[in-house]
């Protein structure tokens, strides 16, 4: 029912040549893969992505937006400006954005919104530190985060896409067990439920934080996972197929 969702994060890595050989090499497995596939890359290289992805079934999006439409913001970049280079996705409030450029809840939340108002989905992250799971809180800081974003969404909810990307699994090789990962995003698709119970049955959230071939599938093959936002093993075209492939 709902088609899953694989996504590359590239983060701040590729150059024009580095790029120009992994998206070709994406591509040229891409029809093999019936997960829907997409690539969030550095801004810089969205034309160079829009020119190589065009008319293929790989989409592509960027990794985060201002949360306003436009004027004197120096060095930020619209949603309207991503929509002109043909992104789908908009990666938002990823924990790199939320911790070393203190973004807030609200702030997240108002880029979320300025993503669908301009007709692109936004793929809202959310997930908690080491501390704060071994407090417990990991359903409390999830709650937390995503309230003022459910808040603003009204009846674009099913527009979304929400990746469940633990802090502590992000880059470090450690990943939740597919049962810990299972039950967050459990409770994630019980709060969107909340404010609207077939929506709630559409959104896609997926998994993030160390995901790679080893262990998607078991991953995957939870009912409330659906798909992956790739860190590290998106660099990698047959780590990153691979991870679509067991999907
Ligand atoms: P990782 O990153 O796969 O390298 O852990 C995931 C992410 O930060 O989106």
């Not at 190589?52 to 436009?70: I, N, T």
């Not at 911790?99 to 809840?105: A, I, L, Q, T, V």
């Not at 998994?207 to 071939?213: C, E, H, I, L, T």
Request: aromatic share 4%; net charge negative; hydrophobic share 45%.
């Amino acid at each position: 029912m709902r088609t899953p969702l694989i996504a590359g994060n590239w983060k701040m890595n590729g150059s024009l040549a580095a790029n120009a050989t992994l998206l070709a090499s994406i591509l040229g497995d891409a029809a093999a893969v019936s997960a829907e596939l997409a690539v969030c890359v550095p801004a810089p290289y969205l034309g160079q992505v829009q020119s190589v992805l065009g008319g293929s079934p790989v989409r592509w999006g960027a990794q985060d937006v201002s949360a306003h439409e436009r004027g004197a913001f120096t060095g930020e970049i619209s949603a309207q400006m991503l929509l002109d280079f043909g992104c789908s996705y908009v990666i938002v409030g990823h924990s790199e954005r939320r911790s070393y450029h203190g973004e807030s809840d609200e702030l997240v939340a108002q880029k979320a919104q300025r993503v669908l108002a301009n007709g692109l989905t936004p793929i809202v992250c959310v997930g908690e530190t080491l501390e704060q799971r071994e407090q417990g809180a990991t359903d409390a800081v999830v709650s937390r985060q995503l309230a003022p974003v459910l808040d603003t969404m009204g009846t674009q909810l099913a527009s979304m896409v929400i990746a469940y990307e633990p802090v502590w699994a992000i880059g470090t090789g450690k990943t939740a067990t597919p049962e810990m990962a299972q039950q967050v995003h459990a409770r994630i698709r019980a709060m969107l439920a909340e404010r609207d119970a077939e929506s709630a049955q559409q959104v896609r959230v997926l998994y993030g934080g160390s995901m790679k071939p080893d262990n998607a599938k078991d991953l995957l093959a939870m009912p409330d996972i659906d798909g992956g936002l790739i860190g590290g093993a998106s660099l990698n075209a047959s780590d990153f197929l691979a991870i679509a492939q067991a999907a």
